[in-house]
């Protein structure tokens, strides 16, 4: 398993030499959702917070990029900077979400979203969106290569963090957590520390998104970095996929990728698509595709049921 | 400055018309329907096409709509959130938010994304004075309404049987169930009458302003607050919770218009940080 997931990622690293510009393209999109999808699990799966409003952190991540760039920092150094201001700024807003639980942490986390989408359109020229400075000494195709390598990077570091979060002792107690606050704060688990670093490391994973999609797009507006629809495609690459496993959101992405790519055309009615499936999942198959179907190749649990 | 008080008062009446219903189904299902808004939006929709269909005024439309939103609650309750809700606390919030991408969007495909206002004639433009400030007709009959059905609603679960039934059923379904209550019926209704004020406050927002399929979103977002401002689970505490709302947007406007939503926003934040935390 672990040779063969090497062999993958090698195979997906020599890409930009091997396949051209058109299918790192898409790809890059694929690895931003995979990313995406795996800290919101980290989340809702395994710490039980549905948030509805990681885009919030999307734009900081987005915005927090085109600050450092414009002081001159190098665009792909500035990443993992951005995301770092991502899970900063989660943590005192922590202080104040945290305070609710269930379908009033979702709410709130959206309001905050809100505030950030208004305070950034309302700043001095913050409406029409901004380019990325400092990026036009790269050229277009060695620029390209850079992004798809950054997305490949985040994609499967992020799947590997999750992963030895979750099979640890963190992931433990974050399950406990979920399961049952009170039962596990009786066991002795922190319950406001487990949620809080599970709030700030996922801001800190979107933050990453947000700054790679800026460096993929080159051009980012309040309007959709902060659109409330990134945390509808998070929630259904979940659910698809398989809410509390590691490899659930990879496959969550993968079905939301393919029908993307499929259906886009048909705009609403692919929207309309996508919250029946995430209903009727939620409702009918609780453990998603790969919790139904699935073995786990990445186990988080030290014990099997049998 | 006592103008924009005034106005934010009647204002937040409406706010506080969306916000009971979404109020009551925390308080008796514990249920946080994020779809509240968008069944919102529905309303008006729906007296537009009244409007349209048989040339009814909004008012007369509400004959059709309100019984019909009551009924559409009712069986939502029924299907989806009843199963949900017997699913852990992820499973309502994750099903009514996917119930409010796919009422968005089938809103987007039947009546086209562009907004739309609801034609309330001489009566939705006309004001009458009172002490030299200049009310809007509709904004009080706004804010009379929403007095009257928390008032009624109030009524109904401090007085009634069924009221009685209710407040058993939120406290312990269980406990309720064992004495003789069926609960699924009370839920049923609970959630009907939730979607019916929804659809109430709809129109009445659609008759202030434009709305679009993707305004349910905001409005869910100001009626939580409303909720959490006014203190979780009293219907008082949510219309004052709705009057805070239109009154800190309203005196923001005077200084700048484009800065009053922020500011709720804001300030909503500020009640999260300093309000006690639940028991």
């Given at each position: 398993m672990r040779y063969f997931a090497v062999f993958v990622l090698v195979l997906l690293a020599s890409v930009p030499y091997t396949l051209g510009p058109g299918v790192e393209q898409s790809l890059v999109t694929l690895f931003s959702l995979v990313a995406m999808a795996t800290w919101w699990n980290l989340l809702?799966?395994?710490?039980?917070l549905t948030s509805f409003g990681q885009q919030a952190y999307l734009g900081v991540g987005a915005y927090g990029l085109y600050v450092l760039a414009l002081a001159g920092v190098d665009p792909f150094a500035a990443i993992p900077l951005a995301a770092a201001l991502a899970g900063v700024v989660a943590l005192p807003v922590s202080v104040a979400v945290l305070r609710l639980s269930g379908g009033q942490f979702a709410v709130a986390t959206w309001v905050l979203a809100e505030i950030f989408r208004l305070a950034v359109t309302l700043s001095p020229g913050g409406d029409t969106g901004v380019s990325l400075p400092g990026?036009?000494?790269?050229?277009p195709l060695l620029r390209q290569a850079l992004v798809y390598w950054c997305a490949l990077g985040l994609a499967a570091g992020s799947v590997l963090a999750v992963w030895l979060l979750a099979r640890g002792r963190y992931g433990l107690a974050a399950r406990a957590v979920s399961a049952d606050p009170d039962a596990a704060a009786a066991s002795g688990v922190r319950v406001a520390r487990i949620r809080r670093v599970a709030y700030c490391l996922a801001a800190a994973g979107a933050g990453a998104v947000g700054a790679l999609l800026f460096t993929h797009t080159l051009y980012v507006q309040p309007g959709s970095i902060f659109n409330v629809q990134y945390s509808v495609l998070m929630m259904f690459m979940v659910l698809t996929g398989g809410?509390?496993?590691?490899e659930g959101p990879v496959a969550g992405a993968l079905i939301f990728f393919v029908l993307q790519q499929a259906l886009s055309a048909h705009g609403p009615w692919y929207l309309v698509l996508l919250g029946a499936v995430g209903v009727a999942v939620t409702l009918f198959a609780p453990r998603g595709l790969w919790g139904h179907l699935g073995r786990p190749l990445?186990?988080?649990?030290?014990l099997r049921e049998t | 400055m006592i103008a924009a008080i005034v106005q934010g008062v009647l204002v937040g009446g409406t706010y506080a018309l969306v916000a009971c219903g979404l109020s009551l189904a925390f308080g008796v299902m514990?249920?946080?329907?994020?779809?509240h808004g968008d069944l919102a939006v529905c309303g008006a929709y729906l007296a537009l096409m009244a409007a349209a269909g048989f040339g009814a005024p909004p008012v007369l439309a509400l004959v059709l709509v309100l019984p019909l939103a009551f009924g559409v609650g009712a069986l939502l309750q029924l299907t989806l959130f009843e199963r949900a809700l017997r699913g852990g606390e992820l499973a309502p919030v994750l099903v009514t938010f996917g119930l409010s991408v796919v009422i968005q969007n089938l809103l987007v495909t039947g009546a086209s994304a562009n907004p739309r206002s609801l034609d309330g004639g001489a009566f939705a433009l006309a004001g009458f004075e009172v002490g030299g400030l200049t009310l809007s007709w509709l904004r009080t009959a706004g804010f009379a309404t929403a007095v009257v059905v928390l008032g009624s609603l109030h009524l109904l679960l401090a007085r009634t049987g069924f009221g009685r039934r209710v407040r058993a059923t939120a406290d312990d379904p269980e406990a309720a169930r064992l004495s003789g209550v069926r609960v699924r019926p009370v839920f049923a209704c609970v959630a009907g009458i939730s979607v019916a004020t929804a659809a109430l406050a709809g129109m009445f927002l659609g008759l202030m302003s434009t709305f679009d399929p993707y305004s349910g979103g905001l409005i869910l977002i100001f009626a939580f607050e409303a909720v959490v401002i006014g203190g979780l689970g009293s219907l008082w505490g949510t219309l004052a919770g709705g009057i805070v709302l239109g009154v800190t947007q309203q005196l923001v406007a005077l200084w700048d218009v484009r800065f009053a939503v922020l500011a709720v926003h804001v300030l909503f934040f500020g009640v999260l940080v300093v309000r006690p935390v639940r028991a």
């Amino acid at each position: 398993m672990r040779y063969f997931a090497v062999f993958v990622l090698v195979l997906l690293a020599s890409v930009p030499y091997t396949l051209g510009p058109g299918v790192e393209q898409s790809l890059v999109t694929l690895f931003s959702l995979v990313a995406m999808a795996t800290w919101w699990n980290l989340l809702a799966g395994f710490a039980g917070l549905t948030s509805f409003g990681q885009q919030a952190y999307l734009g900081v991540g987005a915005y927090g990029l085109y600050v450092l760039a414009l002081a001159g920092v190098d665009p792909f150094a500035a990443i993992p900077l951005a995301a770092a201001l991502a899970g900063v700024v989660a943590l005192p807003v922590s202080v104040a979400v945290l305070r609710l639980s269930g379908g009033q942490f979702a709410v709130a986390t959206w309001v905050l979203a809100e505030i950030f989408r208004l305070a950034v359109t309302l700043s001095p020229g913050g409406d029409t969106g901004v380019s990325l400075p400092g990026i036009s000494g790269y050229m277009p195709l060695l620029r390209q290569a850079l992004v798809y390598w950054c997305a490949l990077g985040l994609a499967a570091g992020s799947v590997l963090a999750v992963w030895l979060l979750a099979r640890g002792r963190y992931g433990l107690a974050a399950r406990a957590v979920s399961a049952d606050p009170d039962a596990a704060a009786a066991s002795g688990v922190r319950v406001a520390r487990i949620r809080r670093v599970a709030y700030c490391l996922a801001a800190a994973g979107a933050g990453a998104v947000g700054a790679l999609l800026f460096t993929h797009t080159l051009y980012v507006q309040p309007g959709s970095i902060f659109n409330v629809q990134y945390s509808v495609l998070m929630m259904f690459m979940v659910l698809t996929g398989g809410l509390g496993t590691v490899e659930g959101p990879v496959a969550g992405a993968l079905i939301f990728f393919v029908l993307q790519q499929a259906l886009s055309a048909h705009g609403p009615w692919y929207l309309v698509l996508l919250g029946a499936v995430g209903v009727a999942v939620t409702l009918f198959a609780p453990r998603g595709l790969w919790g139904h179907l699935g073995r786990p190749l990445f186990p988080i649990a030290h014990l099997r049921e049998t | 400055m006592i103008a924009a008080i005034v106005q934010g008062v009647l204002v937040g009446g409406t706010y506080a018309l969306v916000a009971c219903g979404l109020s009551l189904a925390f308080g008796v299902m514990r249920l946080v329907n994020i779809a509240h808004g968008d069944l919102a939006v529905c309303g008006a929709y729906l007296a537009l096409m009244a409007a349209a269909g048989f040339g009814a005024p909004p008012v007369l439309a509400l004959v059709l709509v309100l019984p019909l939103a009551f009924g559409v609650g009712a069986l939502l309750q029924l299907t989806l959130f009843e199963r949900a809700l017997r699913g852990g606390e992820l499973a309502p919030v994750l099903v009514t938010f996917g119930l409010s991408v796919v009422i968005q969007n089938l809103l987007v495909t039947g009546a086209s994304a562009n907004p739309r206002s609801l034609d309330g004639g001489a009566f939705a433009l006309a004001g009458f004075e009172v002490g030299g400030l200049t009310l809007s007709w509709l904004r009080t009959a706004g804010f009379a309404t929403a007095v009257v059905v928390l008032g009624s609603l109030h009524l109904l679960l401090a007085r009634t049987g069924f009221g009685r039934r209710v407040r058993a059923t939120a406290d312990d379904p269980e406990a309720a169930r064992l004495s003789g209550v069926r609960v699924r019926p009370v839920f049923a209704c609970v959630a009907g009458i939730s979607v019916a004020t929804a659809a109430l406050a709809g129109m009445f927002l659609g008759l202030m302003s434009t709305f679009d399929p993707y305004s349910g979103g905001l409005i869910l977002i100001f009626a939580f607050e409303a909720v959490v401002i006014g203190g979780l689970g009293s219907l008082w505490g949510t219309l004052a919770g709705g009057i805070v709302l239109g009154v800190t947007q309203q005196l923001v406007a005077l200084w700048d218009v484009r800065f009053a939503v922020l500011a709720v926003h804001v300030l909503f934040f500020g009640v999260l940080v300093v309000r006690p935390v639940r028991a």
